[in-house]
């Protein structure tokens, strides 16, 4: 955060609702420190134009903040979660009693291009991860072919659960239940949830388990082995997000997908596949863990293909 001068109430006010957001919320430390960024560079706007007293803010000075990051070249998506944490903030002060109005509350974020997430078609999913050259079963393995274990393991998981990259790097061994084909995450707020997991991806993970992660537990060079994660490194210790992102690159390098991929592509793939397999809106809602249906609502966008197809099947005077 940055410099408080003790005069400042509303830097006091922003250290009372980051503890909140933290410790009492419970929310991910990513989340949280997105939050303070975001409220950092509200505060220094406000300082300069020499408000530092909540009750100083007027609704004006919102809107102008939110003309001030357009001018300045911020995406439609950045200012919409700029203004999603001013409107977090003030709703705090107002039930901290802080402040006698929410000011923000009626302002909106400008409207920008919708667009759509990254998606691989089911056979570029396929290609993905039969791209994924495994050791033949019974050979003797090393740690690289461990890590060929695991990497197999990690993106059948998430293309089958459609789990966030934190909720991949952060399941542990007691979170999977093959027999069941099962598997508990947890997302954002420390918020648990029970996914399915298909035949592929339990048996990707289950032959990792077994020949892959004993020789990447085995790589830890000091101090006691990683007992608890699934997923580990080739330290041994558990992955980073950092790490699954190269894993991902590599694959879609591997398998010559020429378009942009991450770990998100996963999830966003599975559901959609999901939503144009039948699946309805609220049981993705419940798989994917987002708080609010309408977040899921994005994929149920479809291809100009479907879209003509289904046209012409079904009006009267198509044909």
Same mark, same amino acid.
């Given at each position: 955060?940055?410099?408080?001068? !003790?005069?400042?109430?509303? /830097?006091?006010?922003?250290?009372?609702?980051?503890?909140?957001?933290?410790?009492?919320?419970?929310?991910?430390?990513?989340?949280? /420190?997105?939050?303070?960024?975001?409220?950092? &560079?509200?505060?220094?706007?406000?300082?300069?134009?020499?408000?530092? @007293?909540?009750?100083?803010?007027?609704?004006?000075?919102?809107?102008?903040?939110?003309?001030?990051?357009?001018? #300045?070249?911020?995406?439609?998506?950045?200012?919409? &979660? #700029?203004?999603?944490?001013?409107?977090?903030?003030? !709703?705090? $002060?107002?039930?901290?009693? $802080?402040?006698?109005?929410?000011?923000?509350?009626?302002?909106?974020?400008?409207?920008?291009?919708?667009?759509?997430?990254?998606?691989?078609?089911?056979?570029?999913?396929?290609? +993905?991860?039969? %791209?994924?050259?495994?050791?033949?079963?019974? %050979? =003797?393995? @090393?740690?690289?072919?461990?890590?060929?274990?695991?990497?197999?393991?990690?993106?059948?998981?998430?293309? $089958?659960?459609?789990?966030?990259?934190? *909720?991949?790097?952060?399941?542990?061994? #007691?979170?999977?239940?093959?027999?069941?084909?099962?598997?508990?995450?947890?997302?954002?707020?420390?918020?648990? &949830? +029970? =996914?399915?997991?298909?035949?592929?991806?339990? /048996?990707?993970?289950?032959?990792?388990?077994?020949?892959?992660?004993?020789? +990447?537990?085995?790589?830890?060079?000091?101090? *006691?082995? *990683?007992?608890?994660?699934?997923?580990?490194?080739? &330290?041994?210790? !558990?992955?980073?997000?950092?790490?699954?992102?190269?894993?991902?690159?590599?694959?879609?390098?591997?398998?010559?997908?020429?378009?942009?991929?991450?770990?998100?592509?996963?999830?966003?793939?599975? /559901?959609?596949?999901?939503?144009?397999?039948?699946? @309805?809106?609220?049981?993705?809602?419940?798989?994917?863990?987002?708080?609010?249906?309408?977040?899921?609502?994005?994929?149920?966008?479809?291809?100009?293909? #479907?879209?003509?197809?289904?046209?012409?099947?079904?009006?009267?005077?198509?044909?």
């Amino acid at each position: 955060m940055v410099g408080m001068d !003790r005069t400042d109430a509303i /830097a006091r006010l922003q250290t009372q609702f980051i503890a909140h957001i933290d410790v009492e919320r419970g929310l991910s430390k990513a989340t949280v /420190a997105a939050y303070t960024s975001d409220l950092d &560079r509200y505060r220094a706007w406000l300082n300069k134009r020499g408000i530092t @007293d909540p009750n100083a803010i007027t609704k004006q000075h919102v809107e102008d903040y939110v003309a001030y990051l357009d001018a #300045n070249g911020a995406s439609a998506r950045s200012k919409a &979660r #700029n203004l999603a944490s001013i409107h977090e903030f003030h !709703r705090f $002060a107002l039930s901290a009693h $802080a402040v006698t109005d929410d000011v923000s509350a009626t302002v909106k974020a400008p409207k920008g291009a919708s667009t759509l997430p990254d998606v691989l078609t089911v056979d570029e999913v396929a290609k +993905l991860l039969d %791209c994924m050259l495994v050791p033949a079963p019974g %050979c =003797v393995m @090393d740690a690289p072919d461990a890590v060929l274990l695991r990497d197999k393991a990690l993106l059948e998981f998430m293309y $089958a659960t459609g789990c966030r990259v934190s *909720e991949a790097v952060g399941v542990d061994l #007691n979170d999977i239940d093959l027999d069941e084909r099962v598997a508990r995450v947890t997302g954002k707020g420390a918020k648990q &949830r +029970l =996914v399915p997991v298909g035949d592929c991806a339990c /048996a990707a993970i289950a032959r990792y388990l077994r020949e892959g992660r004993p020789i +990447l537990e085995g790589c830890v060079k000091s101090g *006691e082995p *990683e007992r608890r994660a699934v997923f580990l490194n080739k &330290r041994g210790r !558990r992955m980073s997000r950092q790490s699954v992102w190269e894993v991902v690159n590599q694959a879609g390098q591997r398998a010559h997908i020429g378009k942009p991929l991450h770990p998100h592509t996963l999830r966003h793939s599975f /559901a959609t596949h999901l939503i144009q397999g039948g699946a @309805d809106v609220r049981t993705v809602q419940e798989l994917l863990g987002h708080a609010s249906v309408t977040t899921t609502q994005i994929y149920t966008h479809v291809s100009p293909e #479907n879209l003509i197809e289904t046209y012409l099947t079904a009006h009267p005077r198509a044909r």
